[in-house]
């Protein structure tokens, strides 16, 4: 990384890290994934600026690859890193020369639809992208469509250009673009599929490399640091489960597994080193006679770990539904650490679920489990509203007997009653019932207890943690996991 100067005595002496510039670029990108909460030690930065000393600086896939190659230690961390790459390793500065030009139609405006199939028919161009005309194009799309004025001056909007792009109705006209220009083959079975799975993949790539400039011409503007605040998204595991749209679930569901695999073992660990036999009297007495009859150490039976008894309890209304499916979906890939696991779901009326899961758990179609069962399932009997309460009742009165005092009982759900009796004497029943108890709540603490929240109510009577997302939700099962 850094130069090497010959001294006047003869021997090498390297340059100040501070002089070389790209080493800065290096640390402060390393820093920035920091910032967004990846794990990346000293070694790892030091092996990344190894691998630029042997990269071309100038290709900027290669550089890409050899940096995620070491900083990278979660695949799915992916998505972020790139984002960060294009910030602090951008393709060049300043604006971008280019020689196109968007249509315009006889008023002076630009042509939306002309625009449309120029885009599309550059797209089905497979060397569109290695010879930077696709890049010119994205640049000319930023700047003449995602421009806009604001109090600070001059702006970039990718949402504002994708919707006069609109890439999803790009896809027939690529597809369309590439079958044009076939040898003869279209007739072929499948051919059109191939085709418009090709348009796609490339309309979804086109979404991107607008983000990207975008992103990029408000660095410019802005700082690179400022962009990321609100460009960048946080890592899958840090994303807020009552805030996550279709996307950011699926990054979501695919943390669960691996994140399961850990606790595992972590669990299985601890619960063999945390459980002690009961103390050998007889043993202990017989060993007490070298010591005068004082039975100074304690000698224990072999010990015995257990497989607890679980009963889950999961609000399944509204936006809650995603967090109890995504807790579910981890409690279920932790399931040999359990004797049993009685699964129950409720809106206003509390049934038991647990054959859906059990009948879908094989194949990970959670979501197939959640759709059987919210349409099914005996749930909702009432107003169709959060009832806390009747749950609570009503699962006192038919499903008690599945509380013993070798299990533990997980509730799932934000406390949000709509107003209605909380019925804290049902709670303390089934809490008395059991072993542990337990209770996450995807929202954040600082909001329990405002508007028809009967968080503070509930945590008088049972233990109740803050989960709303993988990282916290790991780290509450494996600290009360086994029990």
């Given at each position: 990384m850094a130069r090497r100067e010959t001294s006047l005595?003869?021997?090498?002496?390297?340059?100040?890290?501070?002089?070389?510039?790209?080493?800065?670029?290096?640390?402060?990108?390393?820093?920035?994934?920091?910032?967004?909460?990846?794990?990346?030690?000293?070694?790892?930065?030091?092996?990344?600026?190894?691998?630029?000393?042997?990269?071309?600086?100038l290709d900027r896939t290669s550089l890409r690859e050899g940096l995620a190659a070491t900083l990278l230690t979660e695949q799915n961390h992916r998505i972020v890193f790139d984002k960060l790459f294009d910030l602090w390793f951008p393709p060049a500065p300043g604006v971008r020369t280019t020689t196109f030009e968007l249509p315009h139609n006889v008023e002076g405006e630009?042509?939306?639809?002309?625009?449309?199939?120029?885009?599309?028919?550059?797209?089905?161009?497979?060397?569109?992208?290695?010879?930077?005309?696709?890049?010119?194009?994205?640049a000319q799309i930023v700047d003449q469509l995602g421009r806009y004025e604001s109090t600070r001056g001059e702006a970039f909007s990718a949402y504002q250009a994708m919707s006069v792009v609109s890439p999803q109705t790009l896809i027939a006209k690529i597809a369309a673009a590439m079958d044009s220009g076939n040898d003869g083959s279209a007739g072929r079975a499948g051919t059109a599929e191939r085709y418009r799975a090709a348009a796609r993949a490339r309309a979804g790539g086109l979404?991107?490399?607008?983000?990207?400039?975008?992103?990029?011409?408000?660095?410019?503007?802005?700082?690179?640091?400022?962009?990321?605040?609100?460009?960048?998204?946080?890592?899958?595991?840090?994303?807020?489960?009552?805030?996550?749209?279709?996307?950011?679930?699926?990054?979501?569901?695919?943390?669960?597994?691996?994140?399961?695999?850990?606790?595992?073992?972590?669990?299985?660990?601890r619960r063999r080193r945390s459980h002690r036999g009961q103390v050998d009297v007889r043993k202990t007495l017989r060993a007490s006679m070298s010591t005068g009859g004082v039975p100074i150490d304690l000698i224990h039976r072999k010990p015995r770990p257990h497989r607890p008894e679980l009963v889950i309890i999961c609000d399944v209304s509204g936006s809650v539904a995603g967090f109890s499916q995504f807790t579910l979906r981890l409690v279920y890939a932790l399931r040999q650490q359990f004797s049993k696991v009685r699964v129950f779901a409720f809106v206003d009326t509390v049934d038991e679920v647990t054959e859906y899961f059990d009948r879908h758990t094989d194949d990970g179609d959670f979501g197939a489990a959640m759709h059987q069962m919210i349409s099914e399932a005996r749930i909702s009997t009432l107003d169709g509203h959060s009832d806390y309460g009747n749950m609570l009742r009503g699962f006192a009165a038919e499903y008690a007997e599945s509380l013993t005092h070798r299990g533990a009982l997980l509730i799932l759900g934000d406390a949000r009653n709509n107003y209605h009796d909380a019925r804290i004497d049902a709670l303390s029943e089934l809490v008395d019932r059991v072993r542990n108890s337990y209770w996450l709540n995807p929202e954040a603490e600082s909001v329990w207890g405002t508007g028809d929240s009967a968080a503070p109510q509930y945590a008088q009577v049972i233990q109740m943690y803050e989960c709303r997302n993988v990282t916290q939700l790991g780290e509450v099962i494996a600290d009360l996991l086994p029990v």
């Open positions: 005595e003869g021997r090498v002496a390297p340059t100040p890290l501070d002089d070389v510039p790209l080493v800065g670029q290096l640390t402060g990108f390393v820093e920035a994934l920091r910032g967004k909460g990846m794990p990346v030690n000293p070694s790892a930065l030091i092996d990344a600026g190894r691998a630029m000393s042997v990269l071309d600086l630009i042509d939306v639809e002309a625009t449309r199939d120029m885009i599309a028919d550059l797209l089905a161009d497979d060397d569109a992208e290695r010879d930077g005309r696709l890049a010119e194009l994205v979404r991107a490399a607008i983000e990207s400039e975008t992103q990029r011409r408000m660095a410019m503007r802005n700082g690179r640091d400022t962009v990321a605040d609100y460009a960048v998204p946080n890592l899958p595991e840090n994303i807020n489960f009552l805030s996550a749209g279709a996307r950011e679930q699926a990054q979501i569901r695919r943390t669960i597994e691996p994140l399961a695999r850990l606790l595992a073992a972590k669990l299985e660990i």
